[in-house]
């Protein structure tokens, strides 16, 4: 009983394995999709993640984080921000959170308070996740 039961599911998974879908899409759908493409592409900004290195009321601590982040990468852009009383250093440009995440446990160890937060940022600006 078993062993039919067995050859009857294998014979019938070998079987649905076999068989092929087809999809069609209706030319409405079709075009629904280009005009969304269409307009994605034309907006050169989009909701995406940076890493906030500090936030601060005290620009002296501002300008040190700020120096410090410079010293140890050179390499990776930054820019800073006064919305009163807080002054915030955000870096980097991600599509993903996912993208950011193991450069900011890395961060972490030099700025404990860094964290991930969304922006309005150029598309332009957005660091591929294998850079």
Same mark, same amino acid.
């Given at each position: 009983?078993?062993?039919?039961?067995?050859? %009857?599911?294998?014979?019938? %998974?070998?079987?649905?394995?076999?068989?092929?879908?087809?999809? &069609?899409?209706?030319?409405?759908?079709?075009?629904? @999709? $280009?005009? !969304?493409?269409? &307009?994605?592409?034309?907006?050169?900004? @989009?909701?995406?993640?940076?890493?906030?290195?500090? &936030? &601060?009321? #005290?620009?002296? $601590?501002? +300008?040190? /984080?700020?120096?410090?982040? +410079?010293?140890? !990468?050179?390499?990776?852009?930054? =820019?800073?921000?006064?919305?009163?009383?807080?002054?915030?250093?955000? @870096?980097? /440009? !991600?599509?993903?959170? $996912?993208?950011?995440?193991?450069?900011?446990? +890395? *961060?972490?160890?030099?700025?404990?308070?860094? *964290?991930?937060?969304?922006? #309005? @940022?150029?598309?332009?600006?957005?660091? =591929? /996740?294998? +850079?």
């Amino acid at each position: 009983m078993q062993r039919s039961f067995l050859l %009857c599911l294998f014979i019938l %998974c070998g079987f649905s394995l076999s068989a092929q879908l087809s999809l &069609t899409e209706e030319d409405s759908v079709r075009e629904l @999709i $280009e005009r !969304y493409r269409d &307009t994605n592409m034309q907006k050169p900004i @989009i909701k995406a993640w940076r890493i906030q290195i500090i &936030t &601060t009321d #005290d620009r002296r $601590e501002m +300008e040190q /984080a700020k120096s410090k982040f +410079e010293m140890l !990468y050179p390499h990776i852009d930054f =820019s800073w921000e006064h919305n009163a009383p807080y002054y915030k250093v955000k @870096i980097g /440009a !991600y599509e993903k959170k $996912e993208d950011l995440e193991s450069f900011l446990l +890395e *961060l972490k160890k030099e700025f404990p308070f860094s *964290l991930p937060v969304q922006d #309005d @940022i150029k598309k332009s600006e957005l660091i =591929s /996740a294998h +850079e």
